[in-house]
């Protein structure tokens, strides 16, 4: 039996690996893959005129709290973006680009652009519509296994409790 899991868990190493080499080779050492991810979509939210806030990131990341503060943080300190309270709610911080973040944002974008385009080599199209079909279905099955053990998940803002 083949062990999907630890196959996908080695591919995601290899893939945020070579994210991170291939940023930090043409954008900035001090970014990461997953730094550059989110300051793509912090600059790209901000251009298009809407406010961003770090829940919309751990929405849109999937990623806990915890972890995208000190990711934030570690943005923040490198001159990446700014955090600023905003004055209806002191607990929310708006997101905003900086020029440093903005310097990068073009580089960044064609890093990614590039590398994508690398991790689709020799893969159909009916091979990459496959993969995703079956990577949505294993991300639905675990969630499904971690409710049976951990109780179901908690209510978001998006999601409809039923009685």
Request: proline content about 4%.
């Amino acid at each position: 039996m083949q062990d999907a899991g630890r196959q996908l868990t080695y591919t995601c190493h290899q893939i945020n690996s070579a994210l991170d080499a291939c940023i930090a080779a043409t954008v900035s050492p001090e970014l990461t893959g997953m730094r550059g991810l989110v300051l793509g979509y912090i600059v790209r939210t901000v251009r298009e005129g809407r406010p961003l806030y770090q829940r919309d990131l751990e929405e849109s990341f999937h990623v806990r709290r915890s972890s995208v503060t000190a990711l934030l943080k570690a943005m923040e300190r490198a001159g990446f973006i700014t955090r600023s309270a905003v004055e209806q709610d002191a607990r929310l911080k708006s997101l905003a680009p900086t020029a440093k973040g903005l310097a990068c944002f073009e580089q960044l974008e064609r890093c990614i652009l590039s590398f994508e385009q690398q991790l689709r080599e020799d893969i159909t199209a009916d091979d990459l519509s496959a993969l995703v079909s079956i990577l949505q279905r294993m991300t639905r099955n675990a969630g499904e296994a971690k409710a049976r053990l951990t109780g179901p998940a908690p209510l978001t803002p998006n999601s409809t409790h039923k009685e």
